[in-house]
């Protein structure tokens, strides 16, 4: 097949650091738990403020909030946990040296190319959505895999080509 598409990029630090955050801050579900965690600090707080007005007493207050900020602290704990070890185990594996991407993107699927080696062929009817951060895309598949694309790295088509392409596939909006 004819690639439309070839997109280059080298895993950086700064790559792992964008794609985890859309992996632990960007989901759905992540955004309602933590929406829930914001009303609930919120109420917290205004209780320690206007004890009369929520009728809830002072320790239970100071417990809410504390537990509360005890798991946004390890969200970000894991966030960045993550992140690190993923980076470190690129590096381990290519012998000190970051991975060099490369995704070429044809009308019917994606290859995907660690270091000049094919990893991995994914159908485009097995690609759920289009995911844009700051410098990347990234396309989600139905198995919940991920395959980044920077935005900067096209070196056949380009990003305002690419954007059209998965429009027309209703990958992105």
């Given at each position: 097949m004819e690639a439309f598409f070839e997109n280059k990029f080298i895993c950086t630090k700064d790559y792992y650091t964008e794609y985890y955050k859309y992996i632990y801050f960007k989901k759905p579900l992540i955004i309602i738990i933590n929406l829930i965690l914001c009303i609930g600090l919120l109420i917290n707080v205004l209780s320690i403020i206007f004890p009369d007005l929520l009728m809830e007493n002072f320790e239970t207050s100071v417990a809410n909030i504390a537990s509360i900020l005890v798991i946004w602290c390890v969200e970000i704990y894991v966030f960045v946990r993550n992140k690190d070890l993923a980076y470190k185990k690129d590096l381990e594996k290519n012998k000190g040296n970051p991975t060099?991407?490369?995704?070429?993107?044809?009308?019917?699927?994606?290859?995907?190319?660690?270091?000049?080696?094919?990893?991995?062929?994914?159908?485009?009817?097995?690609?759920?959505?289009?995911?844009?951060?700051?410098?990347?895309?990234?396309?989600?598949?139905?198995?919940?895999?991920?395959?980044?694309?920077?935005?900067?790295?096209?070196?056949?088509?380009t990003q305002n080509q690419f954007e059209e392409f998965l429009r027309k596939k209703n990958l992105f909006k």
């Open positions: 060099e991407m490369q995704i070429v993107v044809t009308k019917e699927d994606i290859d995907v190319y660690t270091n000049t080696e094919k990893i991995s062929n994914i159908d485009f009817k097995n690609i759920e959505k289009t995911v844009k951060t700051k410098n990347y895309y990234i396309l989600i598949s139905k198995a919940k895999l991920g395959i980044a694309l920077k935005k900067d790295g096209f070196t056949k088509g």
